[in-house]
């Protein structure tokens, strides 16, 4: 945690801390992907955890959130029925502690289209691995 300083540079992962001397205030703010949000204890969940799409089925979005308790260099793949890679939505990035999130259009890496069908997206992070399940109805 650094204190204030006007000439700070507010890095990704880094935690700030504010601190006002009347009442003595404590702000704390956690820089991620690409955003800073005030955090508490409570916000910052105490392990790894992939959530289900939402929604599912789902045409044409569906949002997959994760929890982090740390700064982590995270992973998330879809693959078709036979294992084929469909689309990189984080290759190997690091993301904030707490809870974060990425969208699927269905569409592949090349930004086409895919068909309708059961989908799988792979979670990885350090020491964590999970895989879970998306139907994109046309």
Partial sequence: DDEYDSDMNWDIGRTVVFTLEEGQVDLSWDCGFSHCSAAGDSDVPTSYALRANVPNPFNPR??????????????????DLSGRLVDVLIGNSFAGAGRNEAEWWGRDTAGQAVAAGVYFYRFAAPEYESVKKAVLTR
């Fill in 62 to 79: 569906t949002v997959i959130r994760f929890e982090l308790p740390r700064r982590s260099a995270v992973d998330l793949r879809v693959y």
